[in-house]
């Protein structure tokens, strides 16, 4: 069994901050990337922030300067620092990773997802 558990979402003023939080926990044999998406009401479930298992990551251009992604490879926790938040950044924030398991002497990877967090960007 695998849980992904974000926290941190909330309702902010616009130029705010606020930093989610995504812990990872199960029996899988390692992480690979792990990312953060969002689905805004009425809109398609988009890819904000990926950071890959040696750190480095990539952004959606709407958020780049203004969000930063990290992870804590110890705690098994990746990290969205969100600052300068508009109402349009408002949305469900879900967590992702690349989990690799062990089947015997085989291993495969799966996705796995986490039950999301809201973000709302409001005055």
């Known amino acids: 069994q695998v849980q992904l558990v974000e926290s941190g979402g909330g309702l902010v003023q616009p130029g705010g901050s606020l930093r989610l939080s995504c812990a990872a926990s199960g029996s899988f044999f390692r992480i690979n990337a792990m990312a953060w998406f969002r689905e805004a009401p009425g809109k398609q479930r988009e890819l904000v922030a990926v950071?890959?298992?040696?750190?480095?990551?990539n952004y959606a251009g709407s958020v780049k300067g203004r969000f930063t992604a990290s992870r804590d490879c110890a705690k098994n926790t990746v990290y969205l620092q969100m600052n300068s938040l508009k109402p349009e950044d408002t949305a469900v924030y879900y967590c992702t990773a690349d989990l690799t398991f062990q089947y015997g002497s085989g291993y495969a990877d799966v996705g796995s997802w986490g039950q999301g967090t809201q973000v709302t960007v409001s005055s």
């Open positions: 950071v890959s298992s040696g750190g480095r990551t």
